[in-house]
């Protein structure tokens, strides 16, 4: 069984799909988010009801006050493909607040130790709910929630408090 990533680990290398201004590219994970702060959070599913009315909005909201305390740039995370997470992005108005990233093969969650089967919900292999803050591509914080609807240890706001103390 493969260990889950934990503080002080450094982010697995992944090159993931997405959609840039001219169309699909590749992008290098290890490599993007070198000698920068980020705050990860991934969620279960785009469009899904925690999803949509909860985690990515609370982030959006809160994007000028997280990026106040240091961060460079917050990312979501989630196991749909690049269309689907650019339309997710639109739909949310988290463009210039929060980058969209697709990891539509559960490769970097799979890396990381988190993914989880949701086959009896008919969406297969998808991201557990959570946040990180990696500092130059090394875990310094993970809060993983224990059930898939849950947004209250990976939720904006939780994620303010910790960048605080």
């Keep these: ?24 590219e590749d992008l290098a994970f290890g490599e993007y988010i070198k000698g920068k702060k980020i705050v990860l959070f991934a969620v279960p599913g ?20 997280i990026k106040a305390t240091g961060v460079d740039e917050i990312i979501c995370l ?29 490769e970097l969650v799979g890396a990381m130790g988190l993914s989880f089967d949701a086959s009896g919900a008919g969406l297969g292999t ?21 059930a898939p609807s849950a947004v209250e240890l990976s939720g904006a706001e939780a994620c303010l408090v910790k960048l605080a103390a």
């Design 78 to 106: 989630s196991v749909n493909d690049p269309f689907v997470m650019k339309a997710f992005g639109e739909q949310a108005n988290a463009n210039g607040k929060v980058t969209m990233l697709p990891d539509w093969k559960a």
């Design 1 to 24: 069984m493969k260990m889950t990533i934990k503080i002080g680990d450094a982010l697995p290398h992944v090159t993931l799909k997405r959609l840039g201004e001219n169309g699909m």
């Design 46 to 65: 785009a469009f899904t009801p925690s999803c949509t009315m909860k985690h990515l909005p609370g982030y959006v909201a809160n994007a000028d006050k």
């Design 126 to 146: 998808r991201a557990q709910r959570f946040s990180m803050v990696i500092e130059n591509g090394v875990v310094t914080d993970l809060q993983v929630e224990e």
